[in-house]
């Protein structure tokens, strides 16, 4: 299969998916109230916490790990599927016996049955991200497509049923745990003949040198969280519920743009560690058509999320475009440093990538600390933005260092400019609409023209094929 046929599966999963959570958020937000739609956003942030320590770091080691034999790679999955699955088990055993302990250390007032829920989801969510991994090396986007597809069409439907039905919060987490068991279990049964390796033909692959690489990634993991999590206990501790329900509005708002560029991103990263190896300035070139794609998003949703959000959610959640535009500016940041940092990755088993995220964790638990009682969520976003700057300081200078690469910042300079400008026009105009259209369209036309060599032979491929069905 192709890169731009894989790349156009990944699109349609992942628009599917944050479509069906899209479509879903208009409806959670009218149908629970706003301090419960605030209780479930906290046992989401509370969910992507867990996760980072419950996938182990696996899919990570999965996608970096070489090996010249094909089976040796499948007998790596075999290992990496029992080791989840004995470390899920003891997950949830632990988890339902200190229960009521984490109910009582838990800012927001949680029901202990979602908070169990939560926890039989969470590892179910762990072990299928094992065969999602398979799907992505092994050029099976099509099935990747199917399931996560799928997965979100069932769950969106029984939610919204449970929901109607008056099951509130139990509702969602009742319908997450029912879904992500289903397709966990025809997944898993897909994948099991290809994994299935004998241990006299290659025994136990996960060895002591490569748990410094997986302790480094949910390190790591826990360490970013602090930036994209973290600020949430501090809104519900400080304030209360209501507050956080319109701060995650806002952010799932601007996350919704790096969900766009996702698709991208699932073939980039699963491909980017053999490209750099085997065609290092085809790496460069693509690095720097990442960054100027995610910023084309930026600059697109800066414009579109704020009517978006204005339009499809309760008046009580309006009124916070500023908010929103900043916010999408910290994913612009985040997004370069994504990309940015494959030089910590491979070298000394991902080390420097756990140095740089806990020095950032400090830098911004530090600042959420001082800033969210006293600016709340203002306090909020200038921490956030100052502490994704200096990671992306950080990378980029330790990257470099570690794995020089040529990259021509210049191309970029445009999106950015673009970008600060919509966002300068937001804070200082409340109608500015007319003028972010102006902005859009210069900036359009002049990227048209920087990218002319890949837009052109497009271009002339399709009216060809169009006058060729003309003779037809």
Known sequence: MSNLKQI??????????????????????????????????????????????????????????????????????????????????????????????????????????????????????????????????????????????SHALIQTCLTITLLVLGYNITGVMVSGVVCTLIILAF?????????????????????????VFLLSIISSGLF???????????????????????????????IITSFTFEPIRLWWFAKRFNLIKTNKLQYQQYAILSLNTGLV?????????????????PTHYHGHDEWLVLLILVVAIRHHSDILNIGCYMHKNGVYVSVVNLLTACLGLTLLYFLVPRFAVEGVIAALAIMQSFKLVCFYILSQHLEPLQLDFFAVFPSWLA??????????????????????????????????????????????????????
């Open 8 to 149: 156009g599966y990944f699109a349609c999963a992942i628009f599917a998916v944050k479509g069906m959570g899209f479509i879903l958020l208009p409806i959670t937000t009218r149908l629970l109230e706003q301090q419960e739609f605030g209780q479930l956003n906290f046992l989401v942030t509370l969910s992507a916490l867990c996760s980072l320590v419950v996938s182990l770091g696996l899919p990570e080691l999965l996608l970096k790990q070489q090996y010249d034999s094909l089976k040796e790679k499948m007998a790596l999955f075999r290992d990496a599927l029992i080791l989840i699955l004995l470390f899920c088990l003891m997950f949830i055993l632990f988890g339902f016996v200190f229960s009521e302990d984490i109910i009582k250390a838990l800012p927001a007032n949680i029901k202990l049955i979602d908070l169990k829920l939560l926890i039989i989801n969470l590892a179910l969510a762990a072990i299928l991200s094992i065969p999602y991994t398979y799907y992505r090396l092994f050029d099976h986007a099509q099935k990747y497509c199917f399931y996560s597809v």
């Open 224 to 254: 970013v969280y602090a930036g994209n999590g973290a600020e949430n206990w501090f809104i519900v501790a400080y304030f209360d519920e209501k507050l956080l329900a319109n701060y995650y509005v806002a952010a799932q708002f601007a």
């Open 187 to 211: 997944t898993v049964h897909d994948i099991a003949d290809a994994i299935k390796v004998s241990y006299a033909e290659f025994s136990w692959r996960i060895k002591k040198s490569q748990g």
């Open 419 to 472: 970008l600060v400008s919509i966002t300068f026009v937001t804070l200082q105009f409340e109608s500015s609409l007319t003028a972010k259209g102006l902005i859009l369209v210069f900036y359009i036309t002049g990227l048209a023209f920087q990218y002319k060599s890949l837009f052109l032979p497009a271009i002339k491929k399709l009216v060809k094929g169009h006058d060729y069905a003309q003779l037809l």
């Open 297 to 313: 998003l930026c600059v697109i949703m800066a414009i579109v999320a704020p009517l978006l959000l204005n339009f499809v959610l």
